[in-house]
């Protein structure tokens, strides 16, 4: 491991000389590449010389314990300093840990009613509204891509875009299938029902990451409409994007203009065809070893949402929270919190091994 920080901190001490060189400057696009690199290295560099320092200070410590008049001060010096080194340590390690390339990116998060009908719909709005209330607290723009509304304001599906920083590392473990339990507004006999819809969240990317043949894509445009069918457009302004060669298709239709529903609808086919090729990359490197977390598959039930109960259990990291309006609210970073803490805990074992 100190083989590897000294190597991170020389990195560090050449990257510090070639940003201040004005030919360097001069290259805005070569300057921002190597500050962005300095900058991702910086706060491990910065841990190793606090590690560095309390090194220097135990034996300093040890050396003036050899003095009668300063060994006890000496003493408490060195003890402090042999205490702090192992949680430094422990810290070094998590910041060794690689980071995901995708977490400072925007994402487009795609929620969609599975079993359970209107009450599905309307539990896929429920979600909806938690991201939203999220994003607001968060500081992040939405952007609605896409949307099918049902007559009682539930979504058959809904897409949208999340702008922010750190919007990925935030909200990546949000894909997968969400449960919900509670007796519906449609019930009269008040009997509590099952309800299932999927949460899909996906890097926003860039042309140059991803590369679509423009002939492989077909085009159509229609009308965009609202609840129950009804135009709210008269003119063909949607647009649906046909990938030939993987079948997928988009749709953007809330945007008046056909060119920006487009555009939104590239951005959208971007990330899914990325998000392909992400998983099969990491189903590569890990050999499909599944983390405590969870892979992110659309399939695998996440998290169930008991009405009845109060409670939110996530069944990835066996945690429960039982403040369910707030949750519902928008106030979900204390699972976040721990989904991180739980996925950098299985990324370091798996680092160790």
């Given at each position: 491991m100190f083989?590897?920080?000294?190597?991170?901190?020389?990195?560090?001490?050449?990257?510090?000389?070639?940003?201040?060189?004005?030919?360097?400057?001069?290259?805005?696009?070569?300057?921002?590449?190597?500050?962005?690199?300095?900058?991702?290295?910086?706060?491990?560099?910065?841990?190793?010389?606090?590690?560095?320092?309390?090194?220097?200070?135990?034996?300093?410590a040890?050396?003036?314990?050899?003095?009668?008049?300063?060994?006890?001060?000496?003493?408490?010096?060195?003890?402090?300093?042999?205490?702090?080194?192992?949680?430094?340590?422990?810290?070094?390690k998590?910041?060794?840990?690689?980071?995901?390339?995708n977490?400072?990116?925007?994402?487009?998060?795609?929620?969609?009613?599975?079993?359970?009908?209107?009450?599905?719909?309307l539990?896929?709005?429920?979600?909806?509204?938690?991201?939203?209330?999220?994003?607001?607290?968060?500081?992040?723009?939405i952007?609605?891509?896409?949307?099918n509304?049902?007559?009682?304001?539930?979504?058959?599906?809904?897409?949208?875009?999340?702008?922010?920083?750190?919007?990925?590392?935030?909200?990546?473990?949000?894909?997968?299938?969400?449960?919900?339990?509670?007796?519906?507004?449609?019930?009269?006999s008040?009997?509590?029902?099952?309800s299932?819809?999927?949460?899909?969240?996906?890097?926003?990317v860039?042309?140059?990451?991803?590369?679509?043949?423009?002939?492989?894509?077909?085009?159509?445009?229609?009308?965009?409409?609202?609840a129950?069918?009804?135009?709210?457009?008269k003119?063909?302004?949607?647009?649906?994007?046909?990938?030939?060669?993987?079948?997928?298709?988009?749709?953007?239709q809330?945007?008046?203009?056909?060119?920006?529903?487009?555009?939104?609808a590239?951005?959208?086919l971007?990330?899914?065809l990325?998000?392909?090729e992400?998983e099969?990359?990491?189903?590569?490197?890990?050999?499909?070893?599944?983390?405590?977390?969870?892979?992110g598959?659309?399939?695998?039930?996440i998290r169930?949402?008991?009405?009845?109960?109060?409670?939110?259990?996530?069944?990835?990291?066996?945690?429960?929270?039982?403040?369910?309006e707030n949750f519902?609210?928008?106030?979900?970073?204390?699972?976040?919190?721990?989904l991180?803490?739980?996925?950098r805990?299985?990324?370091?074992?798996?680092?160790e091994?």
């Amino acid at each position: 491991m100190f083989d590897k920080l000294e190597a991170v901190e020389k990195r560090y001490e050449e990257l510090t000389k070639q940003i201040s060189d004005p030919e360097i400057i001069a290259n805005q696009a070569e300057w921002q590449k190597l500050i962005k690199e300095h900058s991702s290295i910086e706060e491990v560099v910065l841990k190793y010389r606090e590690y560095k320092k309390e090194m220097q200070r135990m034996e300093d410590a040890k050396e003036m314990m050899e003095d009668k008049e300063l060994k006890e001060l000496a003493e408490i010096d060195f003890h402090e300093a042999k205490e702090n080194l192992p949680k430094i340590e422990e810290e070094l390690k998590a910041l060794l840990i690689p980071k995901d390339p995708n977490d400072d990116k925007n994402i487009i998060c795609e929620i969609r009613a599975g079993a359970g009908g209107e009450e599905a719909a309307l539990f896929a709005g429920t979600l909806f509204r938690m991201y939203s209330m999220y994003a607001e607290r968060k500081h992040w723009k939405i952007d609605v891509l896409n949307e099918n509304e049902t007559e009682l304001g539930g979504y058959k599906e809904i897409s949208f875009m999340v702008t922010g920083k750190g919007a990925y590392s935030r909200l990546k473990f949000e894909s997968g299938v969400h449960r919900v339990q509670r007796v519906p507004d449609t019930e009269s006999s008040g009997r509590i029902h099952t309800s299932t819809a999927t949460v899909a969240v996906l890097p926003v990317v860039e042309d140059v990451e991803i590369e679509i043949n423009p002939a492989d894509i077909k085009m159509e445009v229609f009308r965009a409409s609202g609840a129950g069918g009804q135009h709210i457009n008269k003119t063909s302004s949607a647009v649906r994007l046909i990938h030939e060669p993987t079948g997928i298709v988009v749709e953007c239709q809330t945007e008046r203009s056909q060119l920006q529903n487009r555009e939104y609808a590239m951005k959208m086919l971007r990330s899914r065809l990325y998000n392909i090729e992400k998983e099969k990359q990491d189903a590569e490197i890990s050999n499909a070893r599944k983390t405590q977390v969870g892979s992110g598959d659309r399939s695998e039930k996440i998290r169930t949402y008991n009405y009845p109960q109060g409670r939110i259990t996530d069944h990835r990291i066996g945690m429960s929270v039982f403040q369910m309006e707030n949750f519902l609210n928008g106030d979900i970073d204390e699972m976040v919190d721990n989904l991180i803490a739980a996925d950098r805990a299985e990324r370091l074992k798996g680092e160790e091994e």
